[in-house]
T-cell receptor, first 111, second 115 residues
Framework: AQSVTQPDIHITVSEGASLELRCNYSYGATPYLFWYVQSPGQGLQLLLKYFSGDTLVQGIKGFEAEFKRSQSSFNLRKPSVHWSDAAEYFCAVAAGQNFVFGPGTRLSVLP | NAGVTQTPKFQVLKTGQSMTLQCAQDMNHEYMSWYRQDPGMGLRLIHYSVGAGITDQGEVPNGYNVSRSTTEDFPLRLLSAAPSQTSVYFC??????????????FGPGTRLTVL
């Protein structure tokens, strides 16, 4: 069965520091991968997605993610975090008829 | 465009009561789906629809019914609410299948508490 793991439940970084959120997936075929962000009390907003081609994907708000097939990973990165990036981040995989989300990583940003 | 709208935003039910969570989209999307979000578990797919008149079960369909009589609307029904259904519910829509080059758009959510 398909699954998505996000090893870090909660991460705290200082404003201006770099960020990497980890995501690992389990899926037998070529995955379609996504990162979503959810601000408190809000719905989910798509940050970026990977379907094929270049394994380094650029998204909105200065985020990027790199697909590594050999590691079954799709980690999200940002070179310099802003206070407004504090939110919960979800990795997801589209697997056939299903769409599977990871448990999420909550990001806190220190001033 | 209003995008994906959900009503109500908050609801409190007693065990055994029934209710319908409303979801509507004005983007002419064929695919719509319902998720529930529980702490530490991310979002889990309840039901989805690939077009008017066509629905199917997701990962956690028990206790929920859906129908799709129009492209715009995709209501979720709880026939006999249970405390285990306390959750935040999100509706989403997309033009085509998730595995395509399209994007799912999410509504703002409905927070449901079952006492």
């Amino acid at each position: 069965a398909q699954s998505v793991t996000q090893p870090d439940i909660h991460i705290t970084v200082s404003e201006g520091a770099s960020l990497e959120l980890r995501c690992n997936y389990s899926y037998g075929a070529t995955p379609y991968l996504f990162w979503y962000v959810q601000s408190p009390g809000q719905g989910l907003q798509l940050l970026l997605k990977y379907f094929s081609g270049d394994t380094l994907v650029q998204g909105i708000k200065g985020f990027e993610a790199e697909f590594k097939r050999s590691q079954s990973s799709f980690n999200l990165r940002k070179p310099s975090v802003h206070w407004s990036d504090a939110a919960e981040y979800f990795c997801a995989v589209a697997a056939g008829q299903n769409f599977v989300f990871g448990p999420g990583t909550r990001l806190s940003v220190l001033p | 465009n209003a995008g994906v709208t959900q009503t109500p935003k908050f609801q409190v039910l007693k065990t055994g009561q029934s209710m319908t969570l409303q979801c509507a989209q004005d983007m002419n999307h064929e695919y719509m789906s319902w998720y529930r979000q529980d702490p530490g578990m991310g979002l889990r797919l309840i039901h989805y629809s690939v077009g008017a008149g066509i629905t199917d079960q997701g990962e956690v369909p028990n206790g929920y019914n859906v129908s799709r009589s129009t492209t715009e609307d995709f209501p979720l029904r709880l026939l006999s609410a249970a405390p285990s259904q306390t959750s935040v519910y999100f509706c989403a829509s997309s033009y085509s299948r998730w595995g395509n080059t399209d994007t799912q758009y999410f509504g703002p959510g409905t927070r449901l508490t079952v006492l």
